[in-house]
């Protein structure tokens, strides 16, 4: 037998067949995660924190978080200031770059395909010249 080259998912030929079977399962499911992408976009951070009169910020539940706003928390962290004080950081997911996503996988970022519809940069049309036959006498 041949000396095959490994990659991670093993000899090639399964390295194909993972990529076919990774990229049918997003086919098959597109419009579920294009569903989560633009809710994750469309979540605000008072979904996730709210804050009292006296401007504590406290982070919400996790069952009193509405829609995707679990899935738009990209990260939560409690860490002490220098001074004592306990701080409560809270991330949500970059929303301009899941909106980009949704743009080119929908193809709004797509230059148009028709060059039939625009317009010539110099409005020339160019004919080549007619021709005339005649005899010499």
Excluded: C
């Amino acid at each position: 037998m041949p000396d095959q080259k490994r990659t991670k998912f093993g000899p090639p030929t399964m390295a194909l067949a993972q990529r076919t079977k990774h990229s049918s399962l997003i086919a098959e499911n597109k419009e579920e995660i294009a569903a989560m992408l633009l809710g994750m976009t469309s979540v605000p951070i008072t979904d996730v924190v709210q804050w009292t009169s006296d401007g504590r910020m406290l982070v919400k539940s996790s069952d009193d978080l509405q829609g995707f706003a679990a899935h738009a928390i990209k990260k939560i962290r409690q860490v002490t200031d220098k001074d004592g004080n306990l701080v409560i950081e809270v991330e949500l997911v970059d929303k301009v770059q899941l909106m980009r996503i949704l743009a080119k996988a929908s193809g709004l970022l797509d230059p148009p395909k028709d060059d039939e519809d625009r317009p010539s940069i110099l409005g020339i049309n160019i004919k080549a010249p007619e021709t005339m036959e005649y005899e010499e006498r």
